[in-house]
């Protein structure tokens, strides 16, 4: 009977939890919106409170320790599944803003729309600083971020300077 009860609490306290984390957690995944691991992390501290309490609740028996370590292990495997759903979902958005900087850069490169608006390495330099601010707001504590946007720095200042050796290198064979 004891064995029956503390069961049947255990499931009743792994539905609140998962429900508790679908509900906070899965609607911004489902709108395009990124979790950061703090949210996450709090999100399931306060799951995991309230499966616990029910379950402490509801729970009969002299096993009751088995269930806690089993309820605590499923909720640390559920938090590391939402962490790297929300690791990978900040690859993806992250590699997507990306490409719309690399955009920018080779629109201004390809397409400058006055003598002002030439490029040049320091340009390039006060436009990334740029956004690397603004990649350090939307991704925060993204473990990847900064290996990324070094990766794609590099990626930019190969292009941008290939374009100026190129550029200067015609410029250089029209004058003669």
Known sequence: MCKVECQKSFELAEQIYESYLIENLGESH????????????GVHKVAKENALAIFKKKALGDN??????????????????????????????MYKKLKQYYSYFENKVYN???????VTVEKVDEELKKMEYK?????GDFKLK???????????????GSYLKNNSQVNIENIK
């Open 112 to 118: 400058p729309k006055s003598v002002e608006d030439e």
């Open 146 to 160: 900064n290996e990324l946007f070094n990766e794609f720095k590099a990626n930019v200042f190969y292009f941008v």
């Open 30 to 41: 489902q709108t395009g919106g990124v979790n950061t691991s703090e949210f996450i992390y």
């Open 64 to 93: 009751l320790e088995e269930y806690l370590l089993k309820l605590k292990g499923l909720f640390k495997e559920k938090l590391q599944k939402y962490e790297n759903e929300a690791e990978e979902a900040n690859k993806v958005e």
């Open 135 to 139: 990649i350090n707001e939307r991704f």
